[in-house]
């Protein structure tokens, strides 16, 4: 019972960061119908970011590159990551993706895969190939619940996510920019016609998005220590199969099927089957897309001709 | 039998004459450094091959793969199980001799034809699923496919798992690799100009209308992944029996990309486009190999330009360098001939 407890709630931490990715790739893909692949380097760059960001703001503070921990520079690292993710979003859309807006749907999924490439060598070439380990921000506690012990980073992440998903329900689902992203997802052409700035919508979903990834590589960060440029790719597929399994376009499903995924994972990790874990979510993906193609939560939509 | 099989075979027949007199003629020059020569020749050979497979599904189906690495691994690692624990030691109990010479070979294409085999068949598996999806979707299915695929071999210790498979005996040479380079090219060459190759375009072009106008839609998919495969497969195990090891790293997302990016570099649909870009990316990655020495840099550049030509390729000429058009129709048009 205890250890069905742990790796639920180690299942849980996981799940949230690729909860955290997952709403990036579901909210593009629900108004481009495009994988954003690059999405996953994103939380990459995140993760980089805070390690740097964590550097620059100890000398500011205390004029040493030792990093002490505490809620000031954590959150000063958090916006910092954010603000710089967001800009790369940005400029993402901006000079991949938009000039490719009326040309066919496999020239901008080539040029995801080639921006996704360019963002992973490109950063073992600027951030050095190998793992660097990322500092710690906030002390780390023990926590006993229920007779497990949990560490306060896990308590942390979920609660940093849950706040910053929360954030994003608010923004979809509450402000008129949220209604016009749902409008522009619904039906492009219709949504121009209406007054919609599409080009504007979109360029604010993917800064949305890569925020929310740059708040996952902050909190990867902190929670596994360990970050390298690579890191994004096999992450990045597994929040990708969470947004499918969740159903994709959805913002509540990405949660879910991030949770799910992680969950799933940690109590494979655990099971006789550990070596077989990163391809478990490749089997769910498959699954998911044979049985119920347009996942828990997606309305299925038959193809128009 | 037909008549065009007749004038492939004889080409065949033909082609690997001149093949080993070649091989014989390169063992024979004495340029310094021929070895890596050879090697460099060796590897655009085995690029060509998949580039060409990779062709016959992203190119002239329209599915978009992504999980070719892992088909090469499929006959990289049965055709390297073959030849590793049944025919090796059974050929070292026979006397030196062309016979075993003979043999050795004959045992080597079977070998390769059944990793090919073992290929076509999870192409077969992989393109079930493909019948429901499309696009991007597929993409990533093939992509957790290739993964899956290598988290198996990863797990099997009898081929070495992680630790890999060293000691695959070295059978492939300049004459297997340009043998199959010029099978492929005459199968895709073929298949384009069948039925088969129109039910593939027409696949291709719009999947509602093909499928409208009585073409089976679902067995062509399959069929061009079960081909594409076959091909990668026996890439796969030229490439494990020339470099004597074989590793699950080897056979990573990034190996499937490499195959994209050639096709893609190349245009979707042509052959001779599959092949140029083939032979242009590998010499430009040995090319790099000096730049990363010249520089100092730490890490391998060629990923880097791989992805920047990508993304400009899609800017400024996203159907490629020969759009869907073969190298000879530039000179045809030339001549004034209209199509």
């Known amino acids: ?305 | 039998m037909r008549n065009w099989l007749v004038r492939d075979l004889a080409g065949i027949a033909v082609i690997s004459a001149v093949l080993v007199g070649i091989s014989y003629f390169l063992g024979w020059i004495p340029i310094p450094g021929m070895a890596y020569y050879n090697r460099v020749i060796v590897t655009i050979g085995i690029n060509i091959i998949l580039a060409v497979s990779l062709n016959i599904i992203n190119g002239h189906a329209g599915q978009f793969s992504m999980g070719h690495a892992g088909f090469m691994a499929v006959g990289a690692y049965t055709s390297a199980y073959l030849t590793y624990f049944h025919f090796q030691p059974f050929l070292a109990t026979l006397a030196e001799g062309p016979g075993r010479f003979a043999l050795q070979q004959a045992l080597f294409l079977g070998a390769l034809l059944a990793g090919g085999a073992a290929a076509g068949i999870a192409g077969w598996v992989v393109g079930l699923p493909s019948l429901r999806l499309r696009g991007d979707y597929l993409a990533i299915v093939t992509l957790g496919f290739g993964e899956i695929i290598r988290v198996l071999i990863l797990n099997i210790d009898k081929i070495g798992g992680a630790r890999g498979l060293s000691g695959v005996p070295a059978f492939a040479n300049f004459f297997w690799v340009y043998f199959f380079v010029c099978i492929v090219i005459i199968v895709s060459w073929r298949l384009v100009r069948s039925q088969v190759g129109r039910a593939f375009l027409a696949v291709r072009e719009d999947e509602i209308a093909a499928e409208a106008m009585g073409v089976n839609t679902t067995h062509y998919k399959v069929q061009a992944f079960v081909i594409g495969s076959f091909f990668a497969g026996i890439a796969g195990g030229l490439l494990g029996h020339y470099l004597v090891y074989l590793n699950p790293g080897m056979f990573q997302f990034t190996k499937s990309f490499e195959a994209i990016v050639m096709v893609v570099l190349g245009g979707m649909g042509s052959i001779s486009g599959s092949v140029l870009a083939a032979v242009i990316l590998t010499v430009a990655l040995e090319g790099l190999r000096f730049v990363k020495e010249a520089f100092g840099l730490t890490s391998d550049p060629r990923m880097v330009i791989y992805a920047i030509v990508l993304i400009l390729l899609m800017r400024l000429r996203p159907q490629g360098l020969l759009g869907n058009r073969e190298l000879g129709d530039f000179f045809r048009r030339r001549k004034g001939g209209d199509r």
């Open chain 1, 1 to 305: 019972m205890d250890s069905f407890l742990q790796n639920l709630i180690n299942g849980i931490g996981i799940g949230s960061i690729y909860a955290l990715i997952a709403l990036g790739y579901t909210m593009v893909y629900g108004i481009l119908k495009l994988i954003n692949f690059a999405h996953s380097d994103v939380f990459m760059v995140g993760a980089f970011m805070g390690y740097y960001g964590a550097r620059i703001f100890s000398k500011l503070m205390h004029g040493s590159e030792v990093v002490e921990p505490g809620w000031p520079l954590f959150t000063l690292v958090l916006l910092f990551s954010v603000a710089c993710c967001g800009l790369l979003g940005y400029l993402n859309e901006r000079i991949a993706y938009r000039p490719l807006r009326n040309a066919p749907r496999i020239a901008s999924l080539i040029t995801a895969i080639g921006l996704s490439f360019l963002l992973e060598y490109g950063g073992q070439m600027v951030f050095g190939p190998d793992p660097k380990f990322f500092p710690q921000l906030l002390e780390k506690h023990q926590l006993q619940f229920l007779g497990t012990s949990i560490t306060s980073h896990t308590v942390i992440v979920l609660v940093v996510a849950l706040i910053f998903m929360g954030i994003l329900q608010y923004i979809v689902y509450g402000t008129k920019f949220g209604r016009a992203m749902r409008a522009v997802s619904h039906n492009f052409e219709t949504a121009a016609l209406m007054g919609i700035p599409t080009d504007r919508v979109i360029s604010i979903t993917f800064v949305i998005g890569s925020m929310l990834a740059a708040v996952g590589g902050v909190l990867y960060g902190l929670s596994y220590s360990k970050i390298e440029p690579l890191m994004g790719i096999m992450l990045g597929l597994k929040a990708f199969v969470a947004a499918v399994l969740g159903g994709i376009g959805n913002v509540p499903g990405a949660v879910i099927g991030g949770l799910v995924i992680g969950i799933v994972e940690s109590f494979a990790g655990a099971s006789p089957l550990s070596t077989y874990k990163d391809a478990i979510a490749f089997v769910i993906l498959i699954l998911i897309l044979l049985f119920r193609p347009s996942g828990i939560f997606g309305k299925y939509q038959a193809e128009k001709v």
